[in-house]
């Protein structure tokens, strides 16, 4: 690949003295599969909620930092009757509930800073790990994760659920069977108006952890929901690798002028300097010449828009604003939306037909989270392989440093490490 590009300070690309890949790794079948959520905010809570009417998942223990979180919980645990779980408060207590010994499973939902060391020390203690989004944020961290699963063997995948919600999956399904012909380029984005949740929870503590960050960070700190179903398509580390990307990023201008009409331009939520841009738009080439675009923007009134469209040489299609598919001969009008919802059923994913009825009865248009769990506690319980390794977590969060790299160089074009260290090839002998 060509070298001219810049890139993070990387760790040198060795491994330890018995050190190896987990590419395809399984461990052995779980009877029951003992899970330990750290963090009770919004999304732990949602999994406390969810993963108990998984078959073969226990929640065995939960942790926060938060008192009142964890009084939450406790309220909702008694309500089921699943006063067995240990539950565990405090500053330090996410290390002892990764040391308890009735735990395979660490699902962590905390804020982005913590995920990495939570779930490092999770691999190091044993147990298997899942992360909330963006698994990590820094390229360094990256390699600590990829590090922590290949010395200690343990599962470690990303929590990104828009890998599991149905028109994704239908289209994985579609391009598996190469009816959109070969893909040539895809659309990406996680367009979301989130300034009235993070300005108004300002006075709640557990939102300001992503404000911070943005006053220190620029590019896109925020692109696995964007980026992650697309990765699947195109087989990433299994059949191609992402090469490189260039990144650009709009003033700031949305937060600020938020805060300036809510609290006046002279309150210290105005005078923040944030760095982060508006709107970052991103464009990824593979190295066998595909091109994704990615974009982010959190802070501008728009509808929500998770961009996922894919162009292929015998057709395409499209999640938003509305679902459009088109084939070949006739590609340049798309299907209409009886024959769009029809194809879409024709083309129903296997996970679809096997947990998307329970998956919306308990979670309706959630249903992508409990079709994700369901699918991780189901591999762990037979001992499969999971769906999205270490390295489809590092690939897609590395993106988060990758972006602010370039876009602070001007768009200087910066390399996408190779996590597997040369090993995808070989193991899937593409
Ligand atoms: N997949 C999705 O659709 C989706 C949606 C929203 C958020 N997220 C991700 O989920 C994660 C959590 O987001 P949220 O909105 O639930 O945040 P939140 O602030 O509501 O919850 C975070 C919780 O973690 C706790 N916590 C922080 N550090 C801790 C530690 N060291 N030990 C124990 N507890 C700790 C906090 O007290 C809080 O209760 C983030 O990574 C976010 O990006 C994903």
Not at 50 to 66: E, F, G, K, M, Q
Not at 412 to 428: E, Q, Y
Request: hydrophobic share 35%; glycine share 6%; charged share 20%.
């Amino acid at each position: 690949m060509d070298n001219n590009f810049s890139s993070p300070e990387l760790p040198p690309p060795v491994r330890a003295v018995g050190q190896r890949h987990v590419l395809g790794l399984t461990s052995d079948p779980l009877p029951k599969v003992r899970i330990a959520i750290i963090g009770l905010g919004i999304r732990g809570t949602r999994a406390l909620k969810r993963l108990p009417y998984i078959d073969n998942a226990y929640v065995t223990a939960v942790c926060d930092i938060s008192y009142d979180n964890i009084k939450r919980s406790v309220r909702f645990l008694k309500s089921q009757q699943l006063t067995d779980t240990k539950v565990l408060q405090g500053a330090d207590a996410w290390k002892k509930t990764c040391e308890l010994p009735d735990i395979d499973l660490v699902y962590i939902c905390t804020d982005w800073k913590s995920h990495t060391p939570i779930a490092v020390y999770a691999m190091q203690c044993g147990k298997h790990v899942c992360i909330e989004v963006p698994a990590a944020s820094t390229v360094d961290e990256c390699w600590q994760l990829v590090n922590a699963a290949e010395c200690s063997r343990r599962h470690c995948m990303m929590l990104e659920n828009c890998c599991y919600d149905v028109f994704e999956l239908a289209v994985m399904n579609m391009v598996r069977q190469g009816l959109l012909g070969e893909i040539i380029h895809l659309d990406g984005a996680y367009i979301h108006d989130l300034r009235g949740r993070l300005f108004g929870s300002q006075h709640v503590d557990n939102i300001h952890w992503q404000l911070e960050y943005f006053v220190e960070h620029t590019g896109n700190p925020y692109p696995t929901h964007g980026v992650g179903p697309l990765c699947q398509l195109l087989d990433i580390h299994r059949k191609d690798q992402l090469s490189h990307l260039v990144s650009m990023s709009s003033s700031q201008v949305g937060l600020t002028g938020y805060a300036m009409q809510k609290y006046g331009s002279n309150s210290a939520e105005a005078l923040k300097p944030y760095l982060l841009g508006d709107m970052n738009t991103t464009i990824i080439r593979t190295q066998k010449g595909k091109t994704i675009t990615l974009q982010h923007d959190i802070c501008n009134p728009r509808p929500y828009e998770r961009t996922f469209s894919i162009s292929g040489t015998q057709g395409f299609a499209r999640k938003y604003p509305i679902p459009a598919i088109a084939i070949e001969p006739s590609a340049h009008r798309a299907l209409t939306p009886s024959k769009t919802r029809k194809l879409i059923e024709n083309y129903a994913h296997p996970y679809v037909l096997q947990w998307a009825e329970e998956a919306h009865k308990l979670c309706g248009n959630r249903a992508r989270d409990y079709i994700m769990d369901a699918r991780l506690i189901h591999c762990l319980h037979l001992g499969l392989p999971l769906d999205q390794d270490v390295y489809d977590a590092v690939e897609w969060s590395c993106l988060t440093e990758l972006t602010e790299i370039s876009v602070l160089s001007g768009s200087l074009p910066v390399a996408i490490p190779d996590f597997t260290r040369g090993d995808w090839n070989k193991f899937h002998g593409s």
